[in-house]
């Protein structure tokens, strides 16, 4: 049968499936959703251009799933190749060490010679040619062991064995403090240091305190500048394979999605995402005060505050001597001073200071209201009215009177009340705030 225009309602048709529904949604400016489209069939969808401009829930469905699996098989295609020149260089490598000690008798036991080998990537040296094929590893990726559990690989035999024991459900050795069981006494002891504040490592450049050994040669690499960690496609260099692995995402295409369309090359960063703008979950409490946070970042900064530490705040402001943690948070404040305003909405020309500014403002042309209420399904412009409206929900009261212990959902409700509590006012000393 032909399709025919006259024979649907275009607000309620799906521009996929041309199916009428009740659950369509309307395609929003810059929604995410279109590019997946584009993407995928290499089709331009315009929202003004008088065809249906609506996308139901299966079909949005379907095509993230399609753009998901479509992103892991490049992936895969990235990873194979890159480990096979990977493989292909080690092995040309070890194969020249090899030629180089042929033919090479032991040194006899009486014999002070001190043979070493030196990496070709990085001039590291070594005492065994055992130790020089394990560091390779590092600068190739490969991670040749694969737990048959999980999945998880790793590049050294010994380290499977480990983590295999991680698996085993008879942990007998146990945290007196918390009651967390480990495998291993070498893991209970590290873990014990985090309820005892024991140090036993330090830094020899600066004498930082770290509760490991591999914490002091991670940091050590923040004096060193060392950066074994190479990218097969720009060559750019970090000093941690973690590092690596989430730039190669840049080159692969890699994305995790949140349900309001975003996407993040880190589980990490979905999570915060989630708690910050939908769930307002707050998992990480402050052992001062008590108060909690959305992310461990947030929770460091906090605890800031606590210990003073002003040396924190090494970028100043020359005209108010205001002072900052980063470089960024200083080019934003310079801005109030010079009235600086390099983002314009392009709708009406508004110009705004900050990039997030000007994108709350375009909601309001645009009408797009992606944070929803996971327990009743209403819909906000801003996150933060969401945080907001879900304590209804939740009933978390995050902000706290300091005298009388009322919390309350909203700062400015506390800074209200707390003006009840002021010193002198007789009339209002040692009555309920509530009813006057």
Not at 267 to 273: I, M, S, T
Not at 333 to 356: A, I, M, V, W
Request: charged residues 25%; contains cysteine.
């Amino acid at each position: 049968m032909d399709f025919k225009l006259d024979n649907i309602q275009i607000e309620k048709c799906c521009r996929i499936c041309l199916t009428e529904k009740d659950d369509v949604q309307q395609f929003q400016v810059m929604d995410p959703v279109l590019n997946m489209i584009e993407t995928l069939c290499e089709l331009e969808i315009h929202i003004l251009d008088g065809l249906p401009s609506a996308i139901c829930e299966f079909c949005k469905e379907e095509i993230k799933k399609y753009y998901v699996f479509r992103k892991e098989i490049i992936d895969n295609d990235c990873k194979l190749k890159k480990a096979f020149e990977e493989q292909k260089r080690l092995q040309e490598i070890l194969d020249d060490y090899y030629s180089d000690i042929e033919g090479v008798s032991t040194p006899k036991p009486e014999s002070n010679i001190k043979k070493s080998y030196i990496c070709d990537i990085c001039h590291k040296e070594v005492k065994t040619i055992y130790s020089l094929r394990r560091h390779l590893k590092i600068h190739t990726g490969v991670k040749p062991h694969v737990c048959n559990v999980c999945g998880k690989s790793f590049a050294e035999s010994g380290n499977l064995v480990k983590h295999i024991n991680n698996h085993n459900q008879y942990k007998r050795l146990q945290c007196n403090e918390c009651g967390k069981k480990f495998y291993e006494r070498t893991k209970l002891t590290i873990h014990m240091r985090r309820h005892t504040g024991e140090k036993p490592y330090s830094c020899t450049v600066c004498s930082k305190a770290f509760a490991t050994s591999s914490q002091v040669q991670v940091h050590m690499k923040k004096h060193t500048k060392e950066k074994p960690y190479q990218c097969t496609v720009c060559q750019k260099s970090f000093p941690y394979s973690g590092s690596l692995v989430t730039h190669m995402k840049i080159h692969t295409g890699t994305k995790l999605f949140c349900n309001c369309g975003k996407s993040f090359t880190q589980k990490v960063h979905l999570d915060n995402h989630i708690r910050t703008k939908h769930t307002d979950e707050r998992p990480f409490m402050c052992s001062e005060c008590g108060q909690r946070f959305s992310t461990k970042e947030q929770l460091k900064t906090h605890n800031r505050h606590h210990r003073g530490d002003i040396r924190q705040k090494e970028h100043h402001c020359k005209s108010c001597s205001k002072a900052f943690m980063t470089a960024r948070e200083l080019r934003i404040h310079l801005r109030t001073h010079t009235n600086e305003r390099p983002y314009q909405c392009d709708f009406c020309g508004t110009k705004f200071k900050t990039s997030s500014h000007m994108n709350s403002h375009r909601r309001i042309h645009t009408g797009q209201k992606n944070h929803i209420c996971s327990f009743c399904h209403k819909a906000f412009r801003e996150s933060s009215s969401l945080k907001v409206h879900l304590r209804i929900h939740t009933g978390v009261r995050p902000y706290t009177c300091s005298v009388c212990k009322m919390s309350f959902t909203q700062s400015n409700t506390r800074n209200t009340h707390m003006r009840t509590h002021r010193t002198g006012d007789s009339n209002t000393q040692g009555k309920n705030p509530l009813f006057y």
